[in-house]
């Protein structure tokens, strides 16, 4: 069982920056792929970016590609989404995510943390 506890939401102007954390505890930190997921209320959970085990491959939604980065550090046990040059549409609960498929699919979320980007 993998415990996920996000930080770093909050207030932001458009254009400026923040920093979102994920801490994680329980299972092996190492075995599981990360990522990061937004919802807006009245919509689905979309996918931001994700990273593998080793932090050698990332991957990124359109919308975000060139302004947000993950990375990870698996001796803290801890995920990181660097995010620059926000946009209200940006605006969103943030929910981290650990993921491990072996013959069975693992799949833990946080509890969420929320951006506000205003105009």
């Known amino acids: 069982q993998v415990q996920l506890v996000e930080s770093g939401g909050g207030l932001v102007q458009a254009g400026g920056s923040l920093r979102l954390s994920c801490a994680a505890s329980?299972?092996?930190?190492?075995?599981?792929?990360m990522g990061w997921c937004r919802q807006v209320p009245g919509k689905e959970r979309e996918f931001v970016a994700s990273?593998?085990?080793?932090?050698?491959?990332?991957n990124y939604a359109d919308s975000v590609k060139g302004r947000f980065t993950i990375s990870r550090d698996n001796a803290k046990k801890m995920v990181i989404l660097q995010m620059n040059s926000v946009k209200p549409e940006d605006t969103a609960v943030y929910y981290c995510?650990?993921?491990?498929?072996?013959?069975?699919?693992?799949?833990?979320w946080g509890q969420g943390t929320q951006v506000t980007v205003s105009a």
């Open positions: 995510n650990a993921r491990r498929v072996t013959f069975m699919t693992y799949n833990y």
């Open positions: 329980g299972g092996t930190f190492t075995r599981y792929a």
């Open positions: 990273i593998s085990t080793t932090g050698g491959i990332t």
